[in-house]
Each structure stands twice: as structure tokens, then as C-alpha cells.
């Protein structure tokens, strides 16, 4: 079992940036990857960002050059930086940890970017 614990969700004006933080207990040793989904309101929860164990990351193209997502080892948490925010990046964020075939979520945090 793999829990996940996020924070730093909140309200920004558009072009600002916030930073999300996943933090992982467990049985971390035995992840692939961890990353994030996001849910908008009446929308399909959509992959917004990975990183596997090798550190490579990967991006949906609407986030390319805006988003980064990061991890610490060892504390082994892993980060999503958000920059240059706009409407339509509102949504629940949840993170998200694979391991072989299981999938394992964090609670969700909401994203709220004003116009």
C-alpha cells in the first residue's frame, strides 16, 4: 500500500503560479512513476504530468514550458510547479503514484485561477 498526502492547492489571479507538493509513505520502493491528474468541473480527469524513476518527466501538451514537475528522494515527495496559470487550468488536482498495474491517489487538492 502507497498513501499520498498533498497540499498546495489555492486561489490565483491568471498568470500567477502555485506550487503542489505530493508527499508518499509506504511502499515507495516498488513505484514507477508518480505524478498528477486534474479534474475540471462537467470534465474528464486528464493526465496533466509524470516522473518515472529515471527522473524523466512528461507532460500533456496544454502544460508544456508552464509546468514542472519535480521530485525529492528523500523525502520522497514529489512536486509539480505551476506557472503562468490561466482559467482553464482550474480544476481538482490529484496525485497519483503507480506501482506495476496498481494505481494509488492522493486526496485531491483544488486549483482555482481567476480571469
Known amino acids: 500500500q502507497v498513501q499520498l498526502v498533498e497540499s498546495g492547492g489555492g486561489f490565483v489571479q491568471y498568470g500567477g503560479s502555485l506550487k503542489l507538493s505530493c508527499a508518499a509513505s509506504?511502499?515507495?520502493?516498488?513505484?514507477?512513476?508518480m505524478g498528477w491528474y486534474r479534474q475540471a468541473l462537467g470534465k474528464q480527469r486528464e493526465l496533466v504530468a509524470t516522473?518515472?524513476?529515471?527522473?524523466?518527466?512528461r507532460y500533456v501538451d496544454s502544460v508544456k514550458g508552464r509546468f514542472t514537475i519535480s521530485r525529492d528522494n528523500a523525502k520522497n515527495t514529489v512536486f509539480l510547479q505551476m506557472n503562468s496559470l490561466e482559467p482553464e487550468d482550474t480544476a481538482v488536482y490529484y496525485c497519483y503514484a503507480q506501482s506495476g498495474s496498481l494505481y494509488y491517489w492522493g486526496q485531491g487538492t483544488q486549483v482555482t485561477v481567476s480571469s
Open positions: 516522473i518515472y524513476t529515471d527522473g524523466n518527466p
Open positions: 509506504g511502499a515507495i520502493n516498488l513505484l514507477y512513476a
